[in-house]
């Protein structure tokens, strides 16, 4: 419903009245919803038809919906879904001049401004009021486009012609979108997890853990006289100092087979709720906690995995990257007009026989297959254990290959540069700095051809966003350790930060992803990447990679070509 006040000469339209039988009907059946929080697993069945019509546009039926604005265009199905301007949060947007209001139950059923004056404040005299809607007159606003004063909505707003069963439905959602019964979330607190894969190195482990909690440590210590402040605080701040909790930490270590994840996170969820999920890090994918996520509909802030989840359901979990098939999209793209000449040879890449492994593997082949590249060897190594004999001559096959790819961590890549290569070395040997490391590239050398790096993170700088990691961790005497993880995970907790303090005491999980997206290409808190954006429903923060060249020499690297944001297939 949009904000704009229609032209005074604008004329009024009028409706035939439902039969009085039926609106008793209707209206009756609106008075049995009850507020939920709409992405539990206990929702009702009503519920879930209501917010697969406000999200989807889908009819109980299975019919789509079906509306048409003043001016005549007509809008069917997902184009017709509620959510496409009032977002799935309910808490609308603005498009240009137009603003689109809140529909939540909190903001459609009093005269006010959707976060109120509070208890005992009177509003500004700036402050816009609206009028009260009632179960009655917001069906007639969802059908005619007039709101509870008579005034018509602006044109761009749909008029839907349901019928009182299925507007019934969509209202009894919209009184669901309300700040009540959201998950870890009290009076006091506020409770968020990140989630530890028990294969992860101590050291990698706590690269995660002392970085949030001595970020939820300054949080708590810099807000603990927020709640007492509001009691005396003027309407202007109130909202603001009232949505103080105390943040709590609980970190979630999965072990064991990862068909068991889930149903260890589900008992830790169980056990104590949480509002939200930051940062994390697993020694493979994030399957299991992406599923749980969103059947749980719990926000996944940036966790640190080198194989996300790119296909498939996905709204809750937001990645920094598409990690390792990302690099291996931008590797495909750099060879197809890069420096060595396909022609001459295979390409041969080498990978372990783990998920991460088989994922960029398959990426790889994919991408180069889509470049007109087909002649692509694979060299499979056992998932665990070390390095078998004669890997090189495996992976030559005879002829030198123009091109090998090692998919590899850096303690195999270290451990086949103390092995010669023999007298045909191949024009150009890349690496995943994802798996390992910058540093290990000056274990190839120079004799064994050119070697570069496939680099989705920031190049190194002197000084900037990279010392105010630095500077932050050492002020609070913060043990050294992997940069990266450090980084991503300060991002990941400022950003939450962030988000929270513009939500003010609207404890909506949309809304929370909603305020990410809007504010990630604007943030000031520093990660890994160099380029972090996302819009409406994107969840791939960083798009694109550099390809670096070892320079044998100086020890350093230089940059191949820009920034490349290869097409994602």
Known sequence: MTGRRPAPAETRGTRLSAAAFLLAAFLAAVAAFSPVHADTLDASPEIIQGMRMYRDGILPSGEKMRAETAGGVTFTGAMAACAKCHRRSGMGSSEGGTRVRPVTGAALYR??????????????????????????????????????????????????????????????????????GTPGVTDEVIRFATVVDARVSPARRNAVTDVLRTFFRDKNAGTRNEAGRARVAPWTDFRKLKAYRTWELDVWELSGPEETWEAQLEEFYRSRPVFAMISGVSAQGWDAVHR?????????????????????????????????????????????????????????????????????????????????????????????????????????????????????????????????????PPGGIYLSSTLAGTAAAAALGAPNGEVYVVHPFAL??????????????????????????????????????????????????????????????????????????????????????????????????????????????
């Open 111 to 180: 005269p006010e401004e959707v976060f109120g004056a509070g208890h005992d404040r009177k509003l500004p005299v700036t402050t816009r009021i609206y009028p009260a809607y009632t179960d009655e007159s917001l069906a007639r606003a969802i059908r005619d486009g007039v709101d509870p004063a008579g005034r018509r909505f602006d044109a761009a707003m749909p008029r839907y012609a349901l019928s009182d069963s299925d507007l019934a439905l969509l209202i009894g959602y919209l009184k669901s979108l309300s700040t009540t």
């Open 292 to 424: 749980f996520c969103e059947r749980r509909g719990i926000p996944c802030l940036f966790p640190n995995t080198d194989a996300p989840v790119v296909s498939g359901p996905g709204y809750f979990t937001v990645y920094f990257s598409r990690g390792v098939m990302l690099e291996a999209d931008a590797l495909a793209r750099h060879l197809r007009g890069g420096p060595v000449d396909l022609r001459r040879g295979q390409v041969v890449q080498v990978y372990r026989d783990d998920e991460v492994g088989r994922a960029v593997a398959g990426a790889f082949r994919k991408s180069l297959a889509a470049s007109g590249v087909s002649e692509l060897r694979d060299v499979r190594l056992p998932a665990t254990g070390g390095l078998p004999d004669r890997i090189f001559e495996k992976a030559q096959g005879g002829d030198p290959p123009a091109t090998v790819v090692l998919w590899l961590p850096g303690s195999d890549v270290r451990r086949l540069g103390k092995r010669p290569w023999g007298a045909s």
């Open 460 to 569: 190194p700088k002197g000084k900037g966003e990279r010392d105010r990691i630095l500077t932050w961790l050492a002020a609070r005497k913060v043990p050294p350790g992997d940069e990266r993880l450090q980084s991503n995970a300060f991002f990941a907790a400022g950003i939450t930060g962030d988000a929270l303090d513009r939500m003010l005491d609207f404890f909506s999980r949309d809304y929370m992803l909603e305020w990410v997206e809007h504010m990630t290409e604007e943030s000031v808190n520093p990660s890994a990447y160099p380029r972090m954006s996302l819009g409406p429903g994107q969840r791939f923060g960083s798009k694109g990679s550099y390809i670096l060249r070892y320079e044998p020499d100086g020890g350093g690297f230089l940059p191949v070509g820009g920034w490349i944001v290869p097409e994602w297939r």
